[in-house]
């Protein structure tokens, strides 16, 4: 909003520069966005906050200008020259829906020559940005500027029955508003009508049919008070943002509605261009009354941590327009209808604290309140983090928005629909991590970066009966080597194990129990021969594998990627485990390695198992798998690496070799495993 | 003077020229050490000869002209001077000998300046980044952290921050909602209720978090971003803490010399409600394009809790007070490393990713 200096002026003495006036406003929460000089004019470029519409005007601005400095504020003058003829002679107002419009005061004007402004009212306007029209409308949109209330002058000789009823609009009503285009009416607006049909839409923009032009004799002026809502509501239906609008739609001020139809009929007839009937057309069926607020003196202490002496305090609710009446404890002050924003103690403590300055203000340090509780899972996922991290992965954030194409194909049903979504494509809330994470990958491949370990730390969306679910998830994507090239070793393609061996590593330090990785449940996004799931008990913990040929081929993906779901929720539910020392053997492990032929539908998690069966294994190891010549069709053969430990005392050859006997004959009968000849 | 020319003279005449023993040593100790340290290996016989010779040596020469002809009073400490030279320079030049003599160091077999395989940390993202630091900021001072629901009700988002009925940023075209009327939460302020909710003061909380608003994404706006929203309610809480807080805060996230503006605003769930410049990171307040000359930068959004959203989270607001601040984490990020598009952010682009490893 714009507001001249010189307008100021008219007000409030100012001895300041503009910028020191600026930033001094600013810092009492009127926020100057730009100084500006224009045809030896200074413009303030002001952005008031939702709660002030009481300072969008001039008179208003001039107050905080007055109540900053403590200076004095000039009130515009209305001197009225009434013709002995009384206006309801004239013209008649009715109000059939006072919740909407609560005062509706009108003023007619007779003999007026509808001509241009003098130069001073048309500079200061387009100044402030609204265009000139005639004498009539100028003076209105003046008086909006100066003192805020928005007014709108009939011509009165067009108002069938010279009557306005502010009514309800009905349904199929029609009304041509001053920018031409005509508009549909529903029960839902307020329209000013005369006795046949709407000549106005309330509060937001008059009509065409009734305004004024060159031959117009005789005004109605309007100045109403209409509620907020009714006046939002219009104003967004019909997408028409008005000066009057934005400033109803705050809350304009029920008792400038008679100054400013006063001070329009005393600057007319200054103007010479018409003449002023007597007396106001004041309909009023809804008188609001105002509260008086106790504020109390320990009530600014105890917010602002400073004590004020009660002299500040009183100077500056005055200058504001307040009339505090001192009480042992603090003040009685009576509400204003032009500060709709202040109704208790505390919306005074604020205009205490910001025209007194939030700068003079203390800086403190609370004391610290309680021991702070442990965060939810804090070292759990620290630790999650720190293991994605050292592997390698950098961390992504995908937006939580995916299409509901995806959302049925990754992360199957109850997703969660957005009502009014920014896109097609992104118009439910990711059920799954996995089409994120696949765009991310796309995104690098398309820009020549082959190398990519990804992860992202996130949440997906879920509805399960009547309730909204956002499990934790974390997923790796990857792609390309294994390890990069080097000038001395090739890269080896990143594969399934891999990744398992990452998932493995991750998911090590939380009492998961063994973890167990197998192909079921896998959702056929994956490549079902290169995937697996992981459980550790009960829980299912993550899923990864590759990504399958079909989603590869439709999304373009030159080269095999690899997606890794990890259920955080369920990780972090296992807890971490606390290390607990075992006393390190005395004597160094024996080992025996056994070259195996295994049946191929044997897998290697049941030989460690039966391996495990056997007395004093400490581990085993797959030092190599072979398939092909000299190896019998069926099966593969696998070095098989054992070693055997006691904690105390060394094993005997016989002792080995009688456990080496017991876990081939295992092998033998449970797995039908062969010892190679 | 050269140092053989003063080893030629008389100790007192050097002396009267304001010499002291101790100096006059000290200057012999010097040039020797740089002629041993300049030798070659074939130079250090010689070296050995005009420094120890027994008869032309410089020390030789000092012995003569310095110690002997010393008098008595000051023989004791010009002795232990000549003396300490004299086994400090043999040991020296036997030591020089020594090393000359050892063969030659292994020269490198690999070359050091070839790369090793690469194995680079994984980049934390920028915004966990902004996020940590601020956590070590707020940690000490005795703050829980705290996150919340993303699907929030209206109730939480908006009436019970005291927003009215008809708030510009309640409208559709700021708010994603579902289809049963639930919505994404468009701040992480409904948590400050659901903690005030659910414990009892004194209360230190951080609360972050994804937030949501229908916005278009360009290089400033990104329909999803990162909240952080910091409050207290304690009994004592006052603005001035609010201001020793954020200033303690601004200073440790953007650098020691960062100074805190407060200017009144209005949010409708706080009252005194400020918004907070600082001073410039970029120009640190002297105006650049940045801080478009002005030389402070909106940062956050602060205030009193507003005594209405203490009483609809169960507290009473005659005995309880509280602050609380928020602010986009993304920004802060953007601020702190100079990143000038949001929506690099959520691109997963490792060009960008790989500069925060």
Redesign the interface.
């Known amino acids: 909003m714009h507001i001249l200096l010189s307008w100021l002026e008219d007000f409030v003495e100012i001895k300041e520069s503009p910028n020191e006036l600026a930033d001094a406003l ?4 009127m ?1 100057v966005d730009a100084v500006e000089r224009d045809l030896g004019e200074t413009i303030f470029e002001f952005d008031i ?4 519409p009481d300072a969008l005007n001039h008179l208003g601005m001039a107050r905080e200008v007055a109540a900053i400095y403590r200076r004095s504020l000039r009130l515009p003058a209305a001197d009225l020259h009434e013709q002995a003829i009384p206006a309801s002679s004239r013209a008649s107002v009715a109000i059939e829906d006072p919740h909407a419009c609560a005062r509706y005061v009108g003023r007619v004007f007779e003999d007026v020559r509808v001509e241009p402004s003098p130069d001073r009212i048309r500079r200061r306007l387009e100044l402030c940005g609204v265009r000139s029209i005639n004498n009539l409308a100028d003076l209105t949109n003046y008086v909006l500027l100066e003192i805020g209330q928005p007014t709108h002058a009939f011509d009165l000789d067009k108002l069938a029955g010279q009557r306005i009823i502010v009514r309800r609009a009905r349904s199929g009503e029609t009304l041509r508003t001053l920018d031409g285009i005509p508009r549909e009416l529903s029960p839902a607006h307020l329209a000013i009508c005369d006795a046949e049909r709407p000549v106005a839409l309330a509060g937001v923009m008059g009509g065409a049919e009734t305004e004024i032009t060159d031959t117009t004799r005789n005004v109605l002026l309007e100045a109403a008070w209409f509620s ?2 009714v006046i ?1 509501k219009a104003s ?1 239906h019909f997408k028409l943002h008005t000066e009057a609008s934005h400033r109803f ?1 705050r809350g304009a001020d029920w008792q400038a509605a008679p100054q400013a139809a006063d001070r329009i009929g005393a600057m007319l007839h200054q103007s010479g261009r018409g003449s002023l009937l007597a007396g106001r057309i004041d309909c009023y069926p809804r008188r609001q009354p105002l509260d008086t607020v106790q504020l109390l003196r320990e009530q600014v202490r ?5 004590a004020l002496e009660d002299s500040e305090i009183e100077s500056i609710l005055t200058a504001l327009g307040f009339a505090p009446t001192p009480t042992s404890v603090g003040w009685q002050v009576p509400c204003l209808s032009s500060r709709l924003d202040v109704t ?1 103690g ?2 005074l ?2 205009e205490v ?2 025209i007194h300055g ?2 003079r ?13 442990a ?1 939810a899972n ?1 070292r759990e996922e620290e630790r999650m ?1 720190a293991g ?14 995916i299409s509901s194409e995806d959302a049925r194909r990754f992360g199957g049903a109850g997703a ?7 896109s097609r494509l ?1 118009d439910v ?1 990711r059920n799954s991590a996995v089409p994120t994470m696949l ?3 796309q ?2 491949l398309r ?1 020549n ?1 082959a190398e ?5 730390f996130g ?1 997906i ?1 879920r509805r399960s009966a009547e309730t ?1 679910r ?1 499990p934790r998830i974390l997923a790796l994507g990857a792609s390309g080597s294994a ?2 090239a ?2 001395s ?1 090739r890269a080896p393609r990143f594969s399934f194990h891999d990744l398992k061996a990452d998932v493995t590593a991750l998911l090590s330090p939380y009492s998961c129990g063994p973890l167990r990785f197998d192909a079921s449940g896998i959702p056929d996004y994956y490549d079902l021969g290169q995937s697996a799931s992981v459980r550790g008990g009960e829980r299912t913990l993550a899923r990864f594998g590759r990504i399958s040929r079909t989603i590869a081929g439709e999304r373009k993906l030159r080269q095999p990627v690899w997606i890794a779901e990890i259920w955080l929720d369920e990780v972090y539910a296992c807890g971490l485990a606390e290390p607990a020392h075992r006393p390190l053997p005395r004597v160094p492990a024996v080992s025996r390695d056994f070259s195996l032929l295994v049946p191929e539908s044997v897998q290697y998690q049941r030989i460690t198992e039966a391996a495990g069966t056997i007395q004093d294994v400490e581990r085993t190891e797959a030092v190599e798998i072979y398939r092909g010549k000299n190896v019998p069709r069926g099966r593969y053969s696998l070095l098989f690496r054992v070693w055997w430990q006691r904690l105390d005392e060394s094993l005997t050859d016989e002792s080995v070799n009688s456990h080496a006997e017991k876990l081939l004959s295992r092998l033998a009968s449970r797995l039908g495993i062969k010892l190679r000849a | 003077m050269s140092i053989e020319d003063k080893t030629r003279l008389p100790i007192l005449g050097l002396m009267a020229d304001g010499n002291t023993p101790e100096g006059l040593y000290e200057s012999l100790r010097e040039a020797f050490e740089s002629e041993v340290g300049a030798a070659s290996a074939a130079g250090l016989e010689s070296l050995r000869n005009r420094w120890l010779g027994r008869r032309s040596g410089l020390l030789a020469a000092a012995n003569e002209n310095w110690l002997k002809a010393a008098p008595r009073e000051l023989k004791p400490v010009v002795g232990r001077l000549q003396n300490a030279l004299r086994r400090h320079s043999d040991a020296a030049l036997k030591a020089a000998v020594k090393a000359a003599a050892a063969p030659a160091r292994r020269t490198s077999e690999v070359d050091p300046t ?12 920028p ?2 980044r902004a996020l940590e630091d601020v956590l070590r900021i707020f ?1 000490p ?6 996150e919340g ?3 929030e009700t209206f109730f939480y988002n908006f009436e019970a921050l005291n927003f009215p ?4 940023a309640v ?2 075209m700021d708010t ?4 049963d009327g ?1 919505l ?1 939460r468009t701040h992480t302020s409904p948590c400050q209720v659901r903690v005030m909710e659910s414990s009892q ?4 909380c951080v609360v972050h978090g ?1 937030v ?1 608003r ?1 916005d ?1 994404p360009d290089a400033t706006h990104s ?2 971003f990162h909240q952080l929203e910091m409050f ?1 309610v ?1 009994e ?6 609010l ?3 954020l ?2 805060f601004v200073r440790n996230f953007f650098g020691p010399g960062t100074r805190a ?6 949010f409708p769930f706080t ?4 918004e907070v410049d600082i001073t410039c990171p970029f120009c640190s307040g002297s105006g650049c394009r940045i801080c478009k000359h002005t030389g402070f930068i909106e940062v956050l959004g602060c205030g ?1 809790i ?2 209405e959203v203490l009483r609809h989270s169960g507290l009473d607001p005659e005995r309880y ?1 509280g602050f609380a601040a928020g602010f986009g984490l993304d920004r802060f990020a953007m601020l702190k490393y100079g990143i000038d598009d949001i929506l690099l ?7 960008f ?2 500069q925060f ?1």
């Not at chain 2, 001072?141 to 705290?146: E, R």
């Not at chain 2, 009252?271 to 400020?274: G, H, K, L, T």
Request: net charge positive.
């Open positions: 600013t810092m009492a929460g926020a906050t939702s709660n002030r907020p809502s939002r967004r739609e105890q917010h602002l941590g400073i208790r505390i919306d403590v604020e604290a910001r939030f700068s203000i203390p800086s403190t340090l609370p004391a610290v309140g309680a021991a702070p509780a965060t804090e983090r994605v991290r050292a592997l390698g992965y950098d961390e992504t954030i995908g937006f939580s928005f969660v629909e957005l009502r009014n979504p920014l992104w809330m765009q991310s990958l995104w690098n820009r970066r990519l370990r990804l992860a992202e949440r969306y909204y956002e390890r990069p080097t000038w070793d | 070839l790369p090793g395989p690469a194995r680079p940390f994984g980049a934390v993202h915004v966990r940690r001072l005795g703050y829980n952290v705290v629901p993303e699907i009925p008809d708030h510009p409208d559709e994603l909602f579902l289809k639930m994404l003061p004194p209360l230190r994804k949501y229908n278009t329909p999803m207290a304690d004592t809480i006052t603005f001035a803490d201001k020793g807080t200033e303690h503006r407060f200017r009144p605003s209005y009252e005194p409600s400020a009193m507003d005594p007070r952010m959520y691109q997963g682009d490792t060009r990713l790989a490893r």
